[in-house]
């Protein structure tokens, strides 16, 4: 008896050989969702998603190349994606430390308010951005009542984005503490390593992964952020324009061109980042289930 791929390949009684199947495998679903949750899934990102950065980057090549090489490569344009850039960069290292050491306390430490400070840590997430932004030129503008002036200067903008960047590294590292097994870190200290290096040599690489990631999300948020910093910022061009504020600049003067071309510069910033930071945090995660 043959078998079915020998019968599909065989020649038919008039001497001519029979097509072989078509292989229908690579359109297999697996799962509980099904093709119609997966194509619903697929529509919905198309529409929320793609379809908009699709019509973005169409917008920003309507002179062509060299149009839109000149929009972005603009000295007040450039200026502005670098401020943006280097506030940003500033603005996650910051979350990264003081984001860890806070998830730290919440969940290594009990005092009185702890829920209380654990509920304000996702405030920036609820409260409007220019709210934020509002309430910082009150306390730090040109009537500061502590006499603080950071009104239209880069540590104003690295203050404003630090706030509503704040949640994304505690929360990426939070779960982590929780799930830490904390008998290694015994061990350490009773072997006689001192806290510094338990911490470098144990508790560091467990954490590296959401570390990276939470920092990942802030500069990115911080890449696009606008609310915040349109106030406090000043939007002196050159000096505390950022990247948001020059592409509203371009709208008002009726150069949606420019606005694309800058926005579609921050997309490609953003996803370069998350994506570079997402195959660290993969290497890390392997590097540490191979460690085990």
């Known amino acids: 008896m043959t078998d079915s791929s020998t019968a599909a390949s065989s020649p038919t009684p008039g001497g001519s050989p029979t097509p072989e199947r078509f292989n229908w495998s690579w359109l297999r679903v697996t799962g509980s ?3 119609l949750g997966i194509a619903t899934a697929v529509l ?4 929320i998603v793609l379809l908009p950065l699709a019509a973005l980057t169409v917008t920003s090549f309507d002179e062509g190349w060299s149009g839109f090489w000149a929009a972005i490569s603009a000295p007040a344009a450039v200026d502005s994606l670098r401020i943006t850039v280097l506030v940003s960069i500033v603005v996650a290292v910051i979350n990264v430390v003081m984001g860890t050491l806070i998830a730290w306390v919440l969940v290594r430490d009990d005092f009185p308010g702890k829920g209380i400070v654990n509920a304000l840590i996702d405030l920036p997430f609820a409260l409007p951005t220019i709210v934020a932004s509002i309430v910082l030129l009150s306390l730090y503008g040109p009537q500061s009542p502590i006499d603080i002036h ?6 104003g903008l690295i203050v404003a984005l630090a706030f ?3 949640p994304f590294v505690v929360r990426s590292v939070q779960p982590v503490l929780i799930e830490a097994d904390r008998e290694v870190e015994q061990a350490a200290l009773s072997l006689g390593a001192d806290n510094w290096t338990t911490f470098r040599r144990i508790v560091l ?10 920092g990942g999300l802030a500069f990115a948020r911080a890449i696009g952020e606008y609310g915040s910093v349109v106030l406090i910022g000043g939007a002196i061009p050159r000096k505390t324009e950022m990247a948001s504020q020059y592409i509203q600049k371009q709208i008002e003067i009726d150069r949606p061109i420019n606005a694309a071309a800058v926005s579609v510069a921050l997309l490609v910033i953003s996803f370069a980042s998350l994506l570079v930071l997402r195959l660290l945090a993969e290497r890390s995660v392997r590097k540490e289930q191979e460690s085990r």
Do not use: D, F
């Open 33 to 35: 969702v099904g093709p």
């Open 164 to 166: 509503v960047t704040l």
């Open 44 to 47: 919905w990102l198309s529409i």
């Open 150 to 155: 950071l009104n239209a200067t880069q540590p």
């Open 205 to 214: 690489p467990t954490l590296g992964p959401a570390i990276i990631s939470g």
